[in-house]
């Protein structure tokens, strides 16, 4: 069973996708709010069977109900609004984050945890902290999204084709996050071969400040993040052993320890089963370990 803890429009969106690609016989919506999960679940169900997916989505307001699930997906807390920067939820969602995971915990202790609640890599630390799950078993959702958005404007700069696009980000899930245009292609030729350094540059601010235009306006993310889900469920359920950008635990690796930040993984059944190490250069190691000291300036005001 997959379970996805909060049920507004990035947790309804990702059990939608999650049922469109029958990533499991039954979803389950949870959330606070009585009625949200069902009445979403209901619709859904009702689409579902329009199409003749027998995937089985329920809604629920009791964490007992998690009991067996193999994924849990944390998108419960506050959302970022108008004029906010992902950092401006770090003490409001911080308590939310560490309740949900303790219930994790409690009821379904054998699962892969994905968090997507914003500050993400925070609420992964703190997910990491709070379960006591292996660093495998933890990994934040952040990194995925911010390559769809990348593949997009590499897509609309070049007019090729989105299938044949390749990239990479990395870093913070924020302000200090590292598009990574030296490790981006297209069909493997170098992305640098189709544009210039000034284009590239362009892509890299766009990716950087596009969520906050998305929310600007139409006041939400939803589908690319509900989507952004849906791919990372998809590569542990198909044991897919793909190579994505997600927020895990570093112990060492590239020079840092204690913290959760965006790294290429291998992805499979397990968890992370490989954290990549590239060989940056001054330039990308510096905004690397700007958002790294960001991270952990933010953590070091949470209580856990």
Do not use: C, W
């Not at 560490?98 to 202790?109: C, F, L, M, P, R």
Request: net charge negative.
């Amino acid at each position: 069973m997959i379970t996805i803890i909060g049920s507004g429009k990035v947790g309804g969106d990702a059990a939608l996708f999650s049922a469109l690609k029958k990533l499991d016989d039954q979803i389950l919506l949870l959330d606070v709010a009585k009625g949200l999960p069902q009445g979403e679940a209901m619709d859904i169900n009702h689409m579902l069977s329009e199409q003749g997916i027998d995937v089985e989505v329920k809604g629920s307001n009791d964490y007992e109900d998690i009991r067996g699930s193999n994924i849990v997906v944390v998108v419960a807390g506050s959302a970022r609004k108008p004029g906010m920067t992902r950092m401006d939820l770090l003490k409001i969602n911080a308590s939310i984050v560490k309740s949900v995971t303790e219930n994790i915990k409690k009821y379904a202790d054998d699962s892969i945890i994905i968090p997507v609640s914003n500050p993400l890599d925070p609420m992964a630390y703190i997910t990491q902290k709070v379960s006591g799950f292996d660093r495998s078993r933890v990994f934040g959702m952040g990194g995925m999204l911010d390559l769809s958005r990348f593949r997009q404007f590499i897509h609309e700069a070049t007019g090729h084709s989105r299938d044949s696009i390749r990239g990479l980000v990395i870093g913070e899930h924020g302000e200090n996050m590292l598009p990574l245009p030296r490790f981006s292609s297209v069909s493997g030729i170098p992305l640098s071969t189709f544009l210039p350094k000034e284009k590239l540059d362009e892509i890299v601010l766009n990716t950087k400040q596009v969520a906050a235009k998305v929310i600007e306006l139409k006041g939400a993310t939803v589908h690319a993040p509900g989507n952004a889900i849906s791919a990372i469920i998809e590569t542990v359920v198909r044991d897919r052993k793909q190579v994505i950008p997600v927020s895990t635990y570093l112990d060492g690796e590239y020079g840092h320890s204690d913290v959760t930040i965006g790294v290429p993984v291998v992805i499979g059944k397990n968890g992370v089963e490989k954290i990549i190490e590239l060989d940056l250069n001054d330039e990308e190691r510096q905004i690397f370990d700007k958002g790294v000291a960001n991270v952990k300036d933010a953590i070091s005001g949470i209580e856990i």
